[in-house]
């Protein structure tokens, strides 16, 4: 049995990235700096060091998605779970705002009446929103695929998508759409993510553009 080690509460996470450093270089895995945080802060959400290799950025991602916090963006899950764990006074302070509309009692009445999932809906009403929009889906591939219709549709195209639903139906094949696409997005290919990865990824974002550093 492993013995137990006693850390003061402030220390816990600074403590846990050590760990995650530690294991990472033992591991010989050398993060991209400007990715650094991010990947760090999914591993540290999940203790799975899988998000090293399967978390992918479009070109210059990193820039792109702080750019977008640092000028008031707002930030839409697809689920309340998401929503709670984002730091939504370090958003508020960029003039952004966090959204989940998946409970909205509208939101289901019309996806019943349409027969359609609710992340459907409510993707169409983030898409409505009057300012650049930061979409972090963690649940739902049909919340990807909603967004990625939208585009070739003509309609609005998601500023910036992280896609990292959990799952087996439609998950993988959701992720891949915007692979291509000159959308910019974090995705996690494979079966793994979920909504704490989504709110770890915000949140990575959120304090590199409130510190302005992309290492721990």
């Known amino acids: 049995m492993k013995d137990i080690e006693y850390v003061k509460p402030e220390e816990i996470e600074k403590r846990s990235f050590e760990i995650i450093t530690?294991?990472?270089s033992e591991k010989g895995i050398v993060l991209p700096k400007d990715r650094e945080?991010?990947?760090?802060?999914?591993?540290?959400t999940s203790a799975d060091f899988d998000y090293?290799?399967?978390?992918?950025f479009s070109e210059n991602a990193v820039d792109v998605a702080l750019e977008l916090i640092k000028n008031g963006a707002d930030i839409v899950t697809d689920t309340n779970m998401g929503l709670s764990g984002v730091n939504k006074k370090v958003l508020a302070a960029f003039g952004g705002e966090a959204h989940c509309f998946m409970a909205?009692?509208?939101v289901t009445r019309e996806a019943k009446?349409?027969?359609?999932?609710?992340?459907?809906?409510?993707?169409?009403?983030?898409?409505?929103?009057?300012?650049?929009?930061i979409f972090a889906i963690g649940n739902a591939p049909t919340a990807l695929i909603s967004l990625y219709d939208s585009v070739k549709k003509g309609g609005r195209k998601p500023d910036?998508?992280?896609?990292?639903?959990?799952?087996?139906?439609?998950?993988?094949?959701a992720k891949e759409l915007f692979i291509d696409t000159d959308i910019?997005?974090?995705?996690?290919r494979g079966r793994k993510g979920g909504s704490n990865i989504a709110a770890?990824?915000?949140?990575?974002?959120?304090?590199?553009a409130r510190d302005g550093k992309s290492t721990i």
């Open 184 to 188: 910019p997005y974090i995705i996690n």
């Open 22 to 24: 530690k294991e990472l």
């Open 52 to 56: 090293a290799k399967t978390l992918t």
């Open 113 to 133: 009446e349409r027969g359609v999932t609710r992340a459907t809906v409510s993707m169409e009403r983030a898409l409505s929103i009057d300012k650049p929009v």
């Open 37 to 44: 945080l991010i990947i760090k802060r999914a591993i540290h």
């Open 104 to 106: 909205d009692e509208d």
């Open 200 to 208: 770890a990824i915000c949140n990575a974002l959120l304090y590199m």
């Open 160 to 173: 910036f998508v992280i896609g990292v639903p959990v799952g087996f139906v439609n998950v993988e094949a």
